[in-house]
């Protein structure tokens, strides 16, 4: 189609190029020329100047956007044709992988190499994968990684079916959470059984994420966090471990779980305070317990601003102590203006995030409904 649009090109500019030459053209030419002479001639020629040449530019643009056209249509059909084809690949090499286990399986075949016709299947079903991958097909590249993973466990193989799990989980992401979900939790069991704890928590930690974005389901992913900050705790890797509880305390308190958004804020806190490194975070970890406090009840907060000065002194200092306490008299004055001027000051210097907008807006509802009360 391209070399047919560009013959077609080639024969205009050719008859282009004759006609430049004809006494119909030299006629026009030389009118133009006249009637510059006359005084009016610019004008004139530029307009004869135009009909010459816009046919020209007309069809160059036009054949230049036909081409651009063709060629990405081109490419797509490529695309689309190279996905095929790695598609049709893949499927000869699941069919290859799939006659191997069958000759493993039967009588001859176990007595003559049938572990290796294990391995050769296992080979073939990760080489689907990938040009399942490559074609983007994710469900069948996480279907071809699963039958590799199971054919490594039938061997014995524990390492690299605890892989091959972890990449069907990878490409199921894609495409099915919940299959994700469920390849990685068979990686982590093979983990937990070989004693590697800390790569089990890594991946605990991916399913946390999936139902936190994919399949929205808090109180799940509240448990997986938990689950590695408890294997990341037997490690002894303490600041992995506190990560995960971080995130757990944060849907605690969203979810109104506040005893338990407390406990890990104030435990959290205290490691930091002990911490060279981490000591400046404290602060922040001491002001959203006191916040959690401040929701159940006012005089649970003041208690709580009080132990947390006497246990980090250079908490009295900060911008977070400081609007605590004037938080704390707006609401024992039931202020709601002092209040609001209050958040306004800390945010100004201080980004509110959306966790503590949610907390500051709790307790402030808590100071309307008691002036409602009062009226």
């Not at 010459?52 to 695309?79: E, G, M, W, Y």
């Not at 493993?104 to 296992?122: M, P, R, T, V, Y």
């Not at 959690?292 to 009840?297: L, N, P, Q, S, Y």
């Not at 949610?358 to 009062?374: A, C």
Request: hydrophobic share 40%; glycine share 4%; proline share 1%.
């Amino acid at each position: 189609m391209i070399t047919y649009t560009l013959t077609k090109l080639n024969l205009f500019l050719a008859f282009e190029r004759k006609e430049s030459g004809s006494p119909e053209r030299s006629r026009s030419v030389s009118a133009a020329s006249a009637s510059h002479d006359r005084g009016d001639g610019y004008f004139a020629a530029a307009d004869v100047t135009r009909q010459l040449r816009s046919p020209l530019a007309l069809v160059s643009k036009c054949v230049d956007f036909r081409i651009s056209c063709v060629l990405h249509n081109s490419q797509s059909s490529d695309t689309e044709m190279d996905n095929s084809g790695k598609e049709k690949e893949a499927a000869a090499l699941m069919a290859e992988a799939e006659k191997k286990l069958k000759s493993s399986q039967s009588f001859f075949g176990a007595l003559f190499g049938g572990s290796s016709k294990l391995e050769e299947a296992c080979d073939l079903y990760v080489r689907a994968a990938n040009m399942y991958k490559m074609a983007k097909n994710w469900c069948a590249a996480g279907n071809a990684f699963s039958q590799a993973a199971r054919l490594h466990l039938q061997m014995q193989s524990k390492h690299d079916a605890a892989t091959n799990f972890i990449d069907a989980g990878n490409a199921f992401k894609k495409a099915d959470p919940q299959e994700a979900i469920n390849c990685l939790n068979r990686a982590i069991e093979i983990y937990t059984d070989m004693g590697r704890f800390t790569i089990a928590a890594k991946h605990h930690i991916t399913i946390a994420e999936i139902y936190e974005t994919e399949l929205v389901d808090i109180d799940k992913a509240i448990a997986h966090y938990e689950q590695a900050a408890d294997y990341y705790k037997g490690e002894e890797s303490t600041s992995s471990a506190n990560k995960c509880l971080l995130k757990v305390a944060t849907y605690a308190a969203q979810l109104e779980q506040y005893p338990k958004a407390i406990e890990i804020y104030e435990q959290v806190g205290t490691h930091a305070m002990d911490s060279t490194l981490l000591k400046y975070s404290a602060k922040d970890h001491f002001f959203k317990a006191a916040l959690c406090h401040f929701c159940v009840d006012m005089l649970n907060a003041k208690l709580a601003v009080q132990k947390y000065e006497e246990m980090f002194p250079a908490f009295s200092d900060s911008r977070e102590c400081k609007l605590l306490k004037k938080l704390l008299d707006a609401y024992e004055e039931q202020n709601v203006d002092a209040y609001t001027d209050s958040v306004k000051e800390y945010d100004t210097i201080s980004r509110l995030d959306q966790w503590l907008t949610t907390m500051l807006l709790r307790i402030k509802k808590t100071i309307q409904d008691d002036e409602s009360d009062l009226r």
